[in-house]
């Protein structure tokens, strides 16, 4: 059943959200399956909070998060007259979400799926205001597993059910002819492998005690697994779906209509710490650690930022992670027809009414982010093309 955005209190049909099951059960620390979605269904019509005029940031410790976090760190927010207190870590999504939809925090990064999520199964009006970076994410594997085809049979993680990681670890053992399965003990014979969400912070010491073969997540955990030496880089998941999304900075419509100033300062903000990072990447990981928004140890942090791959088409070498932060309207379409594909624990059928090509103008709210990538000197300082358009590029 489709919930109405921006549905509140008892118009949110409760049964039908907790039908939804585990499929918001996204983090690490998540209570799991229905306990989880019924939290986030009491938060999203529990009163709302005290609205100040100090902003709060909630965030995962991840590079996702890079450009809210270096805007506060570097003075960004500072230079845009806006008053942001410390970000807030939180150690999973679910406790990020719960955080923001009882105003506990203003606006966060959030993995887009969810964003999806929180707008049409718990139907909370919240809007997409930009992408906070592209790429950021890869699949990890134990030391001894040399091609794909070796995780049948075995565990893999991912961090979320509805995250691009997810998605994009599917695609890669479908690609291989391994069929991802979950809540099902998996078989070499059958070439299936079993999905388990973990926190990020549990996926490094899993694969080293071999609880798992395999974990795809956002940096720097990938980084740190092959710096401790319990696993290698199997390939970026940029490498299957050319400069996708991950996180996006999400905020409540309220303040949007309240606060348009403040949204767009936010924005500004954010966009001129991604070109600040985009000119000094190893600044901004030493912002990132020695600040201590990042608790990974800083070398990790360095190479997640910093670090290049080759680039599979034969171009330059191209880097782990990156920063544009206008949300294209084809990604958006495209990934809601990638959810319907998806393996996940939990109701998908929130998503046969949604009009792929209709999400993206009800979700996301690109007026600030096209202000803000014109004050910065226009879409090719930012690494986009001049019409803001694209054509979607997955193996």
Not at 40 to 60: K, S
Not at 92 to 105: G, H, I, P
Request: neutral net charge; contains cysteine.
């Amino acid at each position: 059943m489709r919930v109405e955005p921006g549905a509140r209190g008892p118009l949110l049909d409760r049964r039908a959200l907790l039908r939804a099951g585990g499929a918001l059960a996204v983090g690490a620390g998540a209570v799991g399956g229905a306990a989880a979605l019924g939290n986030l269904v009491t938060t999203a019509t529990a009163p709302r909070g005290v609205a100040t005029d100090d902003l709060r940031i909630g965030y995962l410790p991840i590079t996702d998060a890079a450009p809210l976090l270096v805007a506060h760190g570097d003075g960004y927010f500072e230079q845009q007259r806006l008053t942001v207190g410390r970000p807030v870590i939180f150690r999973s999504w679910s406790s990020l979400m719960e955080a923001f939809l009882t105003r506990q925090v203003d606006l966060i990064h959030l993995l887009m799926p969810s964003a999806i999520q929180l707008r049409y199964v718990v139907g909370a009006d919240v809007r997409v205001v930009g992408w906070n970076h592209t790429g950021g994410g890869a699949i990890t594997v134990a030391p001894h597993v040399t091609d794909v085809a070796q995780l049948a049979g075995t565990q893999v993680a991912i961090p979320g059910w509805w995250s691009i990681h997810n998605i994009l670890l599917q695609r890669v053992l479908r690609a291989n002819g391994l069929t991802p399965v979950a809540r099902r003990a998996p078989s070499r014979s059958e070439g299936t492998v079993e999905l388990v969400v973990m926190g990020p912070s549990d996926m490094i010491p899993a694969l080293a005690t071999g609880s798992i073969s395999a974990f795809t997540v956002a940096d720097p955990f990938n980084a740190g697994a092959v710096a401790q030496g319990v696993g290698s880089l199997h390939m970026l998941l940029d490498q299957v779906w050319r400069d996708h999304a991950c996180c996006v900075t999400v905020v409540h419509r309220d303040l949007i209509d309240t606060r348009p100033d403040t949204v767009q300062a936010l924005v500004d903000a954010a966009v001129a710490a991604q070109l600040g990072i985009r000119a000094d990447r190893s600044e901004a990981a030493a912002i990132l650690s020695g600040k201590g928004y990042l608790p990974q140890p800083p070398k990790a942090v360095e190479v997640a930022m910093a670090g290049t791959v080759p680039d599979p088409d034969g171009g330059p070498a191209r880097h782990r992670i990156d920063f544009h932060p206008y949300p294209f309207p084809s990604f958006t379409s495209e990934l809601v027809r990638q959810m319907r594909t998806t393996v996940v624990d939990g109701e998908t059928r929130f998503l046969d009414g949604l009009d792929p090509s209709g999400v993206h103008d009800e979700l996301v709210d690109d007026r600030f982010v096209r202000a803000a990538i014109a004050r910065h000197g226009g879409p090719a300082v930012l690494g986009l093309p001049a019409s803001l358009t694209r054509h979607e590029r997955l193996i």
